[in-house]
């Protein structure tokens, strides 16, 4: 179980990358009073975790009403994760998202940030929807679909704690911090996107 766990953590922590939402979420509520910060930090953790809960426990029925094989869905997504991986490494995930964030900001009227961009599709982004899907479809029984659920919640509870802590993690770390981590995630998520490819191959050749 701890090993399901382990995984199922790495993964969604990888996709949904806590360390590199924070100093976006601060550039996007720097201006912002702490107690509007704190309170759009938690409904956007809400929100994204609400749409990943959906994905994970009608995602496959989802697959089956369109009349998807999940070793199809297992290789698609892991090829998706793979480009996911990529543009962590060479950064161009961060300039998208920071691409968004400027657009956002440019834009006066609109104020709450927590549905747009930071719910989705930072946070529960295709990736992320994508990676919840697949664990799930791993899950045998009652037990390991708990414990993937935990892994999620977890992960969430990071996210949160990161968002509310961006404004002195960034005074004290400074952005080089971001990007470390960015890479350093981006290669492990390219691991583990190749397992899902992998797995999906085995299952549609029956090996």
């Known amino acids: 179980m701890f090993e399901l ?44 975790s609400a749409i ?26 892991g090829i998706m994760l793979f480009l996911i991986a990529l543009e962590m490494v060479f950064e161009k995930r961060t300039e998208r998202r920071h691409e968004r964030a400027d657009l956002v900001k440019a834009t006066p009227e609109i104020e709450d940030v927590s549905v747009f961009p930071m719910a989705m599709p930072m946070l529960a982004g295709p990736g992320a929807i994508a990676s919840i899907m697949l664990l799930m479809a791993r899950a045998e029984g009652i037990e390991q679909t708990f414990v993937i659920l935990g892994a ?12 509310l802590a961006s404004a002195p993690l960034m005074k004290l770390l400074g952005k080089q911090f971001e990007a470390v981590i960015t890479r350093l995630l981006g290669v492990l998520l390219a691991a583990l996107a190749a397992q899902f490819v992998i797995n999906g191959i085995e299952g549609s050749l029956g090996v």
């Open 52 to 77: 990943l809960l959906v994905f994970a426990l009608f995602g496959e029925q989802l697959l089956n009403a369109l009349h998807i094989e999940l070793d199809s869905f297992r290789i698609a997504g």
């Open 152 to 163: 999620l919640a977890t992960v969430m509870v990071l996210t949160l704690v990161a968002l």
């Open 5 to 48: 766990f382990a995984s199922a953590f790495a993964t969604l922590f990888v996709v949904i990358d806590p360390p590199g939402c924070a100093p976006i979420y601060y550039g996007l509520t720097s201006e912002m009073p702490a107690s509007e910060r704190r309170a759009q930090a938690i409904r956007a953790t809400v929100i994204a």
